[in-house]
């Protein structure tokens, strides 16, 4: 059974940072391309930050240069350092893992950033 479980999340003031971590279990982790996304009160999920097993990344040009998105195969977990957060940034963060035709989603972590 694949699960993924996020932390980190938590309440933090513009400018500030967080670091969220996502545990895979269950899954052959390092064949998956592993992303974060965010929802925001609504607003439709959005695709943050993506990276393949091979380690290459992608930013979606609102975080490029603020978020930092990494992965370590051997504990079998994402990451997302979040720098100089903004308001606008508020949002619950997803977890997604995708390998061919299957993809799974994690519970979410609540990031809100104070102004």
């Known amino acids: 059974q694949v699960q993924l479980v996020e932390s980190g999340g938590g309440l933090v003031q513009a400018g500030g940072s967080l670091r969220l971590s996502c545990a895979a279990s269950?899954?052959?982790?390092?064949?998956?391309?592993m992303a974060w996304y965010r929802q925001a009160p609504g607003k439709q999920r959005e695709l943050v930050a993506s990276?393949?097993?091979?380690?290459?990344?992608d930013y979606a040009a609102s975080v490029k240069g603020r978020f930092t998105i990494s992965r370590d195969n051997a504990k079998n977990t994402v990451y997302l350092q979040m720098n100089t957060l903004k308001p606008e940034d508020t949002a619950v963060y997803y977890c997604?893992?995708?390998?061919?035709?299957?993809?799974?989603w994690g519970q979410g972590t609540q990031v809100t950033v104070s102004s």
């Open positions: 997604h893992g995708k390998v061919l035709n299957a993809n799974y």
């Open positions: 990276i393949t097993g091979g380690g290459v990344t």
């Open positions: 269950g899954m052959l982790f390092r064949l998956y391309t």
